[in-house]
């Protein structure tokens, strides 16, 4: 393709993503992530095709008719009562749907999970007994910035810097918290954690206030006790809400 051109100037690629980082670094970082999972899963698809045309032949089979021949080895009917156990385990996602109305379609969704983990297996075992596949293909990385009046716990040069983007008022962000004071007790100095403010204001309304006062908090000296107060008042704002 041509580079884009006003008047002799010619505009390069390298220019249109230098500036499409600085205009809309969060779209761009997602594109980036979309084409390596469509790349990635086009490589896992081909490997798979490959791998499966290779048993096959030595069976001198055709590959369709191997794949199915070790799936039914794979898999075993779906019962009533696996139906039913499903139902019930999942019944708030029903919608008030009974069960007579919800067991086909999830005896159809039970089977097609059999396959579908069998025919995983089936490929993690023939790449174990299979060639040598390499496969070089780097995930797309973005650079954080962490300043330096960033709410942090651990030196600045440990070997690892867990950056959290958290609300305080979010339940699933609350349930991080022990998980981090685990790693930071277990790997001491070794491992930094930075906290950064993402109140997400339109479904969390306490959000943003909580982070002022957390912030308040911080420049008053608490912030050698950053997994604790955040804790607290992530604690304080999910009882709350």
């Known amino acids: 393709m041509s580079p884009p ?18 205009e809309d ?29 290779q048993a096959a032949k030595a069976k001198g089979v055709t590959p369709e008719a191997f794949v199915q021949a070790e799936i039914g080895k794979r898999t075993k009917p779906v019962t009533d ?23 086909t379609a999830i005896q159809q969704f039970l089977r097609d999970q059999q396959q579908t983990t069998a025919k995983q297996d089936l490929i993690a075992e023939l790449k174990k007994a299979g060639p040598a596949i390499r496969v070089v293909m780097d995930a797309p990385r ?22 959290e983007y958290s609300d305080f008022q979010c339940p699933f962000c609350q349930r991080v918290m022990p998980t981090l004071k685990q790693l930071r007790a277990k790997y001491g100095d070794k491992m930094r954690l930075v906290w950064k403010d993402f109140p997400l204001t339109m479904i969390h309304p306490q959000a943003f206030v909580a982070a002022q006062a957390a912030n308040c908090a911080r420049e008053q000296g608490s912030s050698g006790m950053l997994t604790t107060s955040c804790s607290r008042i992530s604690r304080h704002c999910s009882q709350s809400s």
Not at 142 to 163: I, N
Request: aromatic share 6%.
């Open 5 to 22: 051109r006003v008047g002799d100037r010619a505009i390069t690629v390298r220019e249109l993503d230098d500036r499409w980082k600085t």
């Open 25 to 53: 670094p969060g779209a761009k970082a997602q594109a980036e992530q979309a084409i390596y999972d469509g790349r990635k899963a086009a490589l896992d698809a081909i490997i798979a095709d490959m791998l499966v045309a």
């Open 81 to 103: 009562t696996d139906v039913r156990n499903f139902y019930v385990q999942n019944s708030e996602r029903m919608q008030g749907r009974s069960f007579e109305q919800m067991s």
């Open 142 to 163: 973005t650079t954080v910035t962490v300043a330096a009046d960033d709410p942090s716990e651990g030196k600045a040069d440990a070997p690892v810097t867990v950056v």
